[in-house]
């Protein structure tokens, strides 16, 4: 390899290089901005002479049509509309249902089934169809998402390794041997490998993964994140309590056939017992915010709100098994599909006078109505030391009431719409819900699938065909899909594209890569194994891991050669370690679950430290075991 000098550009290359991380560390500006400040910096570099490749101006913001943004782009798009449809509701309720609600039985579940989707998907589409996923099991388990979401990243990762469509890199792997090939003697030339050759690098990796997480995750993962309280609401004890000085729970009971229940009317046992009925179930149909007017028929399961040693007193005494948790009411009643609002009635509404009972306001509007609170003074069901329980569903209405309720959201989104309320609530999910479209969400995420797996159109391509095709079929609208991305992410990967391609363009990463192989000069075989693994982690951590794989590859054949050892093996040792991306989030799936999960900079590198070096560890021992 000829010597490669150090020129004026590269020196500036670096120099940004270091700007780029010393922003993302120390987060002096939010890292979106960061990687904008780098990208209009490196353009107006640029423009002075002798820079002039560091960057072309005409093309500097061509990295927010590349092929990776614009996946991504779609991929939200289609996972918003899988979402709209309830699918991953669904999806949530079966992970908790075998992975019960603790972490270390939750993480693998979703870390395992995200690692086999990205073996055959790239690895950011399936984390961003996970993503609603991971917010729902967050929500009913009270587990933070930046417990789950990290290992669910880093496992779609490392599930990219499993095999050779996995990701671009090993998608490139034989066309980059072949090629290399045509200059190698007959006794040298390299085997290209098979669909599944990597499954148990792959493999290993991923479970390292897992085991990584549920072992040392209490004390590399951050225990709090920011988070959003309008996406993943909040306890409707805790909100009672702090706002209206109310002792509730949420509680499933089961009445069973037989019962002295048997005919009583909703409105007659709300009352007497001092708990509100928002629920009911009886044979195999579910009714929720029923009329006060209902008669209970057993056997049937009741949705309640009241103190929980109420409703027991009241259950022991009439034979009705209280449950330690929602069990059929679960996912209806999680955070992210109901919860508490305020609603004030307005000076010019047409129900001043009149009461719950007779609007039906829970047939008409879907809300059960809680408490109200009028003049400092809060009416409720519920006996508290300040007040007796009072019958609110009587009570008529005045202006300037404030109506504290328990609804769907999508009840209460209907509610913004009718002048005769006003809803005070605003960080609500005010999602419409079309389980009706399930079928077309199916076929057109099959459609993409299939593209991706079965044809060589672009991947960009495939994936905004089933999110062009959802927007058309109104799975999910337009607007809508223009909500479900995450523009944060968008400009964070498309702004670091311009600096990733000055690396390679400007001869900066060649000069690296010259640097390190001088280095490695002499070392025995495995060295120099580990060394172009270390150099294939550090490129991809700077520049796409397509770029890094297309110029490493020849130098591994070449260092391979020339030690005698196998130039095949070095090929994979590149490909598979352009995976290691775990330090800083500038891989797609990184900058992807850092909004979510509230991570900081310093979390990846905390968490992502150890996962780098795991990786280097298992990846180059199984590559040895399973080739060598």
Not at 79 to 86: H, S
Not at 352 to 367: K, L, N, P, S, V
Not at 408 to 427: G, P, Q
Request: with cysteine; aromatic share 8%.
């Amino acid at each position: 390899m000829e010597p490669v000098a150090l020129t004026t550009e590269m020196i500036v290359v670096l120099a940004m290089l270091g700007l780029t991380v010393l922003l993302f560390v120390t987060e002096i500006f939010r890292i979106d901005f960061s990687a904008i400040l780098i990208m209009v910096l490196l353009g107006l570099l640029a423009q002075i002479p002798g820079l002039g490749g560091l960057a072309d101006a005409s093309h500097l913001f061509d990295g927010f049509a590349s092929n990776a943004v614009i996946s991504i782009i779609a991929v939200m798009v289609i996972g918003a509309g899988l979402d709209r449809t309830g699918l991953m509701s669904k999806v949530a309720a079966t992970i908790l249902k075998y992975g019960g609600s603790t972490e270390k039985r939750i993480i693998p579940i979703i870390s395992g089934t995200v690692g086999v989707i990205s073996s055959f998907m790239q690895n950011v589409g399936a984390a961003a169809l996970f993503l609603p996923v991971v917010s729902r099991i967050s929500v009913r388990t009270e587990i933070p998402m930046s417990r789950l979401l990290m290992p669910m990243g880093f496992c779609a990762i490392l599930g990219g390794t499993m095999t050779m469509v996995g990701s671009s890199p090993l998608i490139l792997l034989n066309d980059l041997i072949l090629t290399a090939n045509r200059q190698l003697p007959a006794e040298q030339k390299m085997q290209t490998y098979d669909l599944f050759s990597v499954t148990p690098v792959g493999v290993c990796l991923v479970v390292t993964g897992i085991l990584y997480f549920m072992l040392f995750g209490r004390w590399v993962l951050p225990s709090t994140a920011q988070r959003d309280e309008g996406a993943s609401g909040q306890s409707v004890k805790e909100y009672l309590k702090r706002l209206y000085g109310l002792k509730t729970d949420l509680v499933e009971v089961i009445i069973p056939a037989g019962s002295p229940l048997q005919g009583v009317e909703f409105a007659d046992l709300m009352f007497e017992a001092n708990l509100t009925v928002i629920g009911s179930y009886h044979k195999g149909q579910k009714w929720f915010s029923p009329l006060v007017t209902t008669e209970i028929e057993t056997p049937c399961r009741l949705a309640l709100i009241g103190r929980r040693k109420v409703i027991c007193a009241w259950a022991e005494a009439n034979g009705v098994k209280v449950l330690p948790a929602l069990d059929l009411f679960a996912e209806d009643y999680a955070a992210t599909n109901a919860g508490i609002s305020e609603i004030v009635v307005p000076p010019d509404s047409e129900l001043i006078g009149q009461c719950a009972r007779e609007i039906r306001m829970r047939g008409t509007y879907g809300i059960n109505l809680l408490a109200i609170h009028r003049g400092g003074e809060t009416l409720s069901l519920v006996k508290t030391d300040e007040h007796e329980a009072t019958a609110i569903g009587l009570e008529p209405f005045r202006a300037g009431d404030t109506l504290v309720s328990f609804s769907k959201w999508d009840a209460l989104a209907r509610l913004t719409r009718d002048r005769n309320f006003v809803v005070v609530t605003s960080n609500f999910p005010m999602q419409e819900l079309r389980p009706e479209k399930l079928l077309w969400a199916l076929f057109f995420f099959v459609i993409s699938v299939g593209m991706i797996l079965f044809t060589d159109v672009k991947l960009s391509l495939c994936l905004f065909t089933g999110a062009a095709g959802m927007i058309l079929t109104q799975v999910v609208r337009i607007d809508e899909a223009y909500e479900a991305v995450s523009w944060s992410t968008v400009f964070l990967l498309a702004s670091l594209i311009p600096l990733g391609l000055a690396v390679q363009n400007t001869g900066t990463a060649n000069w690296i890569a010259q640097q390190i192989l001088t280095l490695l000069d002499g070392w025995p075989i495995w060295a120099l194994q580990a060394g172009v693994a270390v150099l294939a982690t550090v490129f991809t951590l700077v520049m796409s891991n397509v770029g890094a794989t297309v110029l490493l590859v020849p130098l591994a054949v070449s260092i391979a050669v020339a030690a005698g050892a196998d130039p095949a093996i070095f090929a994979l040792t590149v490909a598979i370690s352009t995976s290691n991306s775990f330090l800083i989030p500038t891989h797609q799936v990184n900058a992807l679950i850092m909004g979510p999960g509230g991570y900081k900079v310093v979390d990846f590198v905390k968490s992502g430290g150890v996962m780098t070096l795991l990786f280097l560890v298992v990846s180059l021992v199984m590559m040895n075991v399973v080739f060598g």
